[in-house]
C-alpha cells in the first residue's frame, strides 16, 4: 500500500480558501487512482472528487462541483484538492485516498490506501 500524508488544513470563513495537499510515498504513485474523502462528526465517510491515474480525469459530488478542483503532479507524486467559495457544511476531516483500481468510482471501500486525514472548519 502506498504511504500517504495530508496537509493544508484549518480555520477558514465562510467563502474563504483552502489547499489540501497529499503526499505519497510510492514512486509508482502515478498508477493509482486518488481520491479525496471527507468525514462530519456523527455521519459517514463523503466522496468528494477523484482523479484517474491515466488521463487526469475527474469527477466531483454535486455538493462541491464548481467550487472545488482536484488535481496531481506525479513527478512530486502529489495530489492536490483546491477548495473555494467554502461553506459552513464542508467542515469535516478531509481523507486522501489511493486505489490501484482503475474504476473504484466513488466508494470508500475501493480505495485501500489513506491518510490520516487533516481537519477543515469553515465558520459562519
Known amino acids: 500500500q502506498v504511504q500517504l500524508v495530508e496537509s493544508g488544513g484549518g480555520l477558514v470563513q465562510a467563502g474563504g480558501s483552502l489547499r489540501l495537499s497529499c503526499a505519497a510515498s510510492?514512486?509508482?504513485?502515478?498508477?493509482?487512482?486518488m481520491g479525496w474523502f471527507r468525514q462530519a462528526p456523527g455521519k459517514e465517510r463523503e466522496f468528494v472528487a477523484t482523479?484517474?491515474?491515466?488521463?487526469?480525469?475527474?469527477y466531483y459530488a454535486d455538493s462541491v462541483k464548481g467550487r472545488f478542483t482536484i488535481s496531481r503532479d506525479n513527478a512530486k507524486n502529489t495530489v492536490y484538492l483546491q477548495m473555494n467559495s467554502l461553506k459552513p457544511e464542508d467542515t469535516a476531516v478531509y481523507y486522501c485516498?489511493?486505489?490501484?483500481?482503475?474504476?473504484?468510482?466513488?466508494?470508500?471501500?475501493?480505495?485501500?490506501?489513506w491518510g490520516q486525514g487533516t481537519q477543515v472548519t469553515v465558520s459562519s
Open positions: 482523479i484517474r491515474w491515466n488521463d487526469g480525469s475527474t
Open positions: 485516498a489511493a486505489s490501484p483500481l482503475k474504476e473504484p468510482g466513488t466508494y470508500y471501500k475501493n480505495f485501500g490506501s
Open positions: 510510492e514512486r509508482t504513485f502515478s498508477r493509482y487512482f
